[in-house]
């Protein structure tokens, strides 16, 4: 049964907490108890209430996410769970990618990621407990476009594993969460050029509909909790099915 108190008395830190699935995090975290350390690339993105401390970076910037970390530790400590949530991408196909953009989404998407992530899962290993959630993407496991960013994320996907292998007998666990498609900002830009799109991108979802930002939160906090404290090294699609099987094939083909 999920506690109102599952996060009591835990610090935890979300990186992009500011956007669409970031904060339905923030939100969900905190009703269970949480006291939430902000993290996102302007202070007008950590406006939320709900979130206690506040720390802006640039994960492009590697001089300010290394300025950022013992910020936090100083004001924060060390958090007792890390969900590595921020990242973008642009470039959707193979046609749209430049040498800028490619170093660019693997920077953000990626060693950016690992670069503000190590330190502090060290110290979580240092202090012989802590819980690392990453999100990634259906992407990572599957090709639906941009090439980078997927690129990235499988990265993601396999930093994970080394800190469960490696850091498990230290206390720390890893696991990943990728989600499909979510109705977020994200997808405004595409909106705007096709107001039909999410009706076409529906039929490829084995439930019909793509997911919502408080179901993927749902997973990063069950992952993050103690009720997963045998579950490490784990990549949890959150995808209405869509890496389950290619739904069209069933429609078109075999039920033509």
């Not at 300010?64 to 890390?82: H, R, Y």
């Not at 690992?114 to 496991?141: C, E, H, Y």
Request: overall charge negative.
């Amino acid at each position: 049964m999920v506690s109102k108190a599952d996060f009591g008395g835990k610090t935890i830190v979300v990186t992009g907490a500011g956007g669409g699935l970031g904060s339905a995090i923030v939100a969900l975290m905190a009703e269970r108890g949480a006291r939430i350390v902000g993290c996102d690339q302007s202070a007008e993105a950590l406006e939320s209430p709900l979130i206690a401390s506040r720390h802006v970076f640039d994960l492009l910037d590697r001089a300010s996410i290394e300025a950022a970390i013992p910020a936090l530790l100083d004001k924060d400590g060390v958090p007792d769970i890390l969900i590595n949530n921020a990242g973008w991408t642009r470039a959707e196909t193979l046609d749209a990618l430049t040498a800028d953009r490619i170093e660019q989404e693997l920077d953000l998407n990626l060693t950016g990621v690992m670069t503000f992530a190590d330190p502090l899962i060290k110290a979580m290993a240092g202090r012989g407990a802590g819980s690392v959630v990453f999100i990634s993407s259906v992407n990572a496991i599957a090709h639906f476009g941009n090439p980078a960013y997927a690129a990235a994320k499988a990265g993601i996907n396999a930093y994970a594993k080394s800190i469960a292998v490696e850091l498990g007998r230290s206390g720390v666990r890893a696991n990943v969460v990728c989600p499909g498609s979510i109705r977020t900002a994200a997808w405004d830009h595409r909106l705007a050029k096709d107001p039909e799109i999410l009706g076409r991108l529906k039929r490829l979802y084995p439930l019909g509909r793509i997911v919502n930002a408080s179901e993927v939160a749902e997973a990063v906090a069950f992952l993050a909790s103690d009720r997963a404290s045998g579950i490490t090294g784990a990549v949890v699609p959150v995808d209405a099915g869509l890496t389950a099987g290619y739904l069209p094939f069933i429609d078109d083909i075999l039920g033509a």
